[in-house]
């Protein structure tokens, strides 16, 4: 069609294009740095396959696109600017999922800001799976970890009793008799709800008219997914006793990513066609590659060309200069402007005493490996003992200043990585004492391989003292602002529940502990 024929991109265009590409490169690199990093990770190697989704559900919009006149808009400012707070959010705050969700709304506001609202709504589905690009935070991936470990093991074992074998489950730790399965994190399902949950999203788009249909074809990717990774480990346990431990952890780990596929695919087909019969009904296969209507030929006709203004009057657009403006300068100033110079004076954790009221302590060593991770400036772990010989752990890890990738890490999101599980995780409180003031901290129970635990553990951050992670990071961005300090700390106290004692007893022996510790913590945290 000459429509088609007459549309070309013009050349001002493609470096308008090309300098937003480059600001936003150098801007965001740390973060793209992180990002290819996760997609190492076998959790998110999908995340390679994304942006080609993306470029195709694009492209396959193409010939809507260009029967749509562009309408730049200021309304695209909006979401530019929440981008750019987002961006400084994560900058200050040292949160890498903040900065991923900071560069998609940027572009959506460039887009907005240059071709109007109704071609960012053209493409919305396609800007929408750019968020799939990003793994999802820590936090939710060790609670979604624990739920699908522990429903594909109950499954699994359900499918060993099917197959005539027995098999007995405590926790994770499936009991074969003649040896022992353990459902790790890298084992709980992980690397294959996301990536189904992203093919069930383009199935909807391309097979489902109403949204009910949609979010049911979606939903059903929770499900396969755990029952694919049930399969696994009961396949796994049958090998094990006909062919042995080689073959059978070759099937755990090679296996899988095939399986995803090979069962995936089929039963998404069939999902489809089920719903397919049921009312309303629906149109059929929706892969837009000539989704040109009449009506949107009439109303592009209708359009005033936009006459070419040439190269001055492109390159100095007042929108192009605002945005180019604003992205030059968060580079210029998170490169050359210390937000985190203040650094106060201390004492080395070195001299902390191992004499405490009624306690006796013995320090430990770290193991390098979990130094390397954690990237601390200066921790402490040492055993502490009270008059019975029971013991609290205690660790404590110092941050000078917090970055993107050198900050607190939560203990809910580390400790279960290591096989712990967390239970009952709330608040409590550690009672008045000394002229000090009550103190809320969080509580949890810990379990591993049979052994229950619990911790106390709280952020104390430059006089506060925080439980959550996201204040942490709230705190951080307003103090590196106003203080030009991001220090802090996380202080964590375990003691074991022994077998002759209750909960409430391990309760009160960390109470008496941190008790007796916390005016000494002042000389070793600043305020």
Known sequence: MKVFEDIKVRPESWVKAAIYSLLIGVAYFSAFTYLVHLWNNDDFSYCYLVPFFVLFLI???????????????????????????????????????????????????????????????????????????????????????????????????????????????????????????????????????????????????????????????????????????????????????????????????????????????????????????????????????????????????????????????ALFQPRFVAAVIVLLGIFAIANTFEFREKMPVRKSFSQFPMMVGEWRGAKQIMDQQFIDVLKFSDYISANFYDRNGKTVNLYIAYYDDQRKGASIHSPESCLPSSGWEFREAGGAWIPTSLGQPSMKVRRAFMEKEGRIEAAYYWFPMRGKVLTQLYQIKLHNFWDALTRRRTDGALVMAITPIYPTEIAKEADQRIQRFVTDIRPILHEFLPE
């Not at 709304?105 to 800007?127: D, E, Q, S």
């Not at 699994?156 to 926790?171: I, K, P, T, Y």
């Not at 909807?204 to 074809?217: C, E, N, P, S, T």
């Not at 095939?258 to 695919?265: H, P």
């Open 59 to 313: 492209w396959e919009k193409r010939k809507r696109l260009v029967t749509i006149p562009s309408n730049p808009s200021w309304k695209g400012i909006v979401v530019f600017g929440i981008g750019i707070f987002l961006y400084w959010l994560g900058e200050l705050g040292g949160e890498y999922y903040t900065l991923f969700i900071s560069f998609w709304m940027v572009v959506v506001g460039l887009i907005w800001l240059h071709h109007g609202w109704r071609k960012v709504k053209t493409i919305w589905f396609a800007l929408v799976m750019v968020l799939a690009m990003f793994p999802p935070p820590n936090v939710i991936c060790v609670q979604v970890s624990l739920g699908l470990k522990l429903l594909s093991s109950q499954l699994g074992v359900w499918m060993l009793h099917l197959s005539g074998m027995s098999a007995f489950r405590e926790g994770n730790v499936i009991d074969l008799g003649f040896t022992q399965l353990q459902v790790v994190d890298a084992c709980s399902g992980l690397r294959y709800l996301v990536p189904l949950m992203v093919l069930s999203l383009l199935f909807a788009h391309w097979f489902m008219d109403h949204f009910w249909k949609r979010l049911v074809l979606f939903a059903s990717a929770v499900p396969l997914a755990v029952f694919i990774n049930s399969f696994r480990i009961a396949m796994t346990g049958i090998l094990y006793r006909v062919a042995g431990a080689e073959i059978a952890n070759g099937f755990f780990h090679g296996f899988a990513g095939g399986l995803i596929f090979v069962v995936a695919l089929p039963v998404f087909f069939v999902i489809v066609w089920f719903l397919k019969k049921l009312p309303p009904k629906e149109t059929g296969f929706k892969l837009q590659l000539a989704d040109v209507t009449p009506e949107m030929l009439e109303l592009r006709a209708k359009a005033q060309p936009m006459p070419s203004k040439g190269w001055k009057d």
